[in-house]
């Protein structure tokens, strides 16, 4: 979320992220082929990835290729970076450095496949290598779709380079960096806020770790913080757009409406692309369509609930965000509470169990109607799980994280 708008995680939800190649048109016949028409299609011949351009020779100016290319890496001139490191891979394959230097330009290349390819042969050959580690956890949690494997990948290798007792000061900080922003798109807000943390005690001024602060404080319900944090990036050409975002969530918990507006239309007008008008239900339309979601559950599930409550609300409450360590993300678009079934109630609340869908959050987190009503019945599907004892982790495994 923290890098690709608010839709990240309902995206994850519904199987957006999930890439698939369009069916290849099927070839004419050649002369004297004759065609067959079959009562049912045969097997669909494998679609042949497209062939790259040959890649111009290497340009190095004299000095060896790797070192070439790496200067141009420096100099962002990727085209150039790509064919000197293929050389230097070339003439030597045990190089690290030199697979490691192919896999950053042909990740600014945007030829990402290929891309962890490179980067898995260099860590193959010595996996403790620093570029490699940093250009691998920058491919996946930042370059590559959202999705939790990429993130948590992004993170390993993020945190394997920060483990490294030799690991330079100056790579120290982007090993951090990309960790947290790894971590705010997993979930793991006091993590990230450490790794952000550690970027601006010698980074002052990184306003991308400034940003993946506010976030973590945000998640973790520190909204004084993250209120100040926020306002301080209002002006950041990249991050403005999520800042007003999330003061106006801030607004919006304290009951400031007006205000909250104010931010939201602002992050609206900056980038449309990431804050859409939410389609925004009255509180009387969505309590019908949580109905409709659980009259469509299956029977088993319906039978589960049975004097469970399954409640539309408007935000989540801070005492049932901060009823646990670490606290629950203000975000959150549904929660279970109380026990398991099966698992004895406390005598503390009648009932005991209950379900709470937030109209205001489900709203924001997708861009129609349509998906609306799809992402309340996945949510509502996550929370029979907890109902049913299944925890996140297991959830998340179902694809109901």
């Given at each position: 979320m923290s890098r690709r708008g608010p839709f990240a995680l309902c995206l994850l939800l519904l199987g957006a992220c999930q890439r698939t190649s369009p069916p290849a048109a099927p070839a004419a016949p050649d002369a004297g082929t004759v065609a067959v028409t079959a009562s049912a299609p045969g097997p669909a011949a494998p679609v042949a990835a497209p062939v790259p351009e040959p890649l111009l020779p290497c340009k190095s100016g004299g000095s060896n290729p790797l070192d070439?290319?790496?200067?141009?890496?420096?100099?962002?001139?990727?085209?150039?970076?790509?064919?000197?490191?293929a050389q230097a891979s070339a003439l030597e394959p045990d190089s690290a450095s030199a697979h490691a230097a192919r896999g950053e330009a042909l990740g600014a290349l945007g030829r990402t496949t290929e891309a962890q390819v490179a980067y898995a042969r260099a860590l193959a050959i010595d996996p403790e290598h620093p570029d490699a580690l940093l250009g691998a956890a920058h491919l996946y949690a930042v370059q590559m779709p959202s999705s939790r494997e990429y993130d948590e990948l992004g993170a390993l290798y993020a945190e394997r380079g920060l483990s490294q007792p030799d690991v330079s000061p100056e790579m120290l900080p982007r090993f951090a960096l990309v960790a947290a922003m790894a971590m705010n798109d997993l979930g793991q807000a006091s993590e990230a806020l450490q790794r952000?943390?550690?970027?601006?005690?010698?980074?002052?001024?990184?306003?991308?770790?400034?940003?993946e602060k506010a976030l973590a404080l945000f998640e973790l319900c520190r909204f004084a913080e993250a209120r100040v944090a926020f306002t301080g990036l209002l002006n950041d050409p990249e991050r403005g757009a999520h800042a007003h975002y999330h003061l106006g969530l801030l607004m919006e918990r304290e009951g400031k409406w007006k205000q909250a507006q104010v931010h939201f239309d602002k992050a609206h007008a900056l980038s449309p692309q990431d804050f859409p008008v939410p389609p925004m239900p009255s509180a009387a339309e969505f309590r019908e369509d949580v109905a409709r979601a659980v009259a469509a559950l299956p029977e088993d599930m319906r039978k589960d609930l049975?004097?469970?409550?399954?409640?539309?609300?408007?935000?989540?409450?801070?005492?049932d965000l901060l009823s646990g360590e670490p606290p629950l993300s203000p975000a959150i678009l549904g929660l279970f509470r109380g026990p398991p079934l099966g698992e004895p109630c406390d005598g503390s609340e009648t009932p005991c169990r209950?379900?709470?869908?937030?109209?205001?959050?489900?709203?924001?987190?997708?861009?129609?109607r349509e998906e609306?009503?799809?992402?309340?019945?996945?949510?509502?599907?996550?929370?029979v799980g907890h109902l049913r004892g299944e925890d996140d982790q297991e959830l998340a495994a179902r694809g109901l994280e």
């Open positions: 070439a290319a790496l200067d141009y890496l420096d100099a962002g001139k990727f085209p150039e970076a790509l064919s000197c490191a952000a943390s550690l970027v601006l005690a010698r980074e002052p001024n990184n306003h991308e770790a400034a940003y049975s004097g469970v409550p399954v409640r539309a609300e408007e935000l989540p409450a801070s005492e209950s379900v709470a869908l937030y109209r205001l959050n489900l709203a924001r987190a997708v861009r129609s609306l009503r799809e992402q309340i019945k996945v949510t509502l599907l996550h929370e």
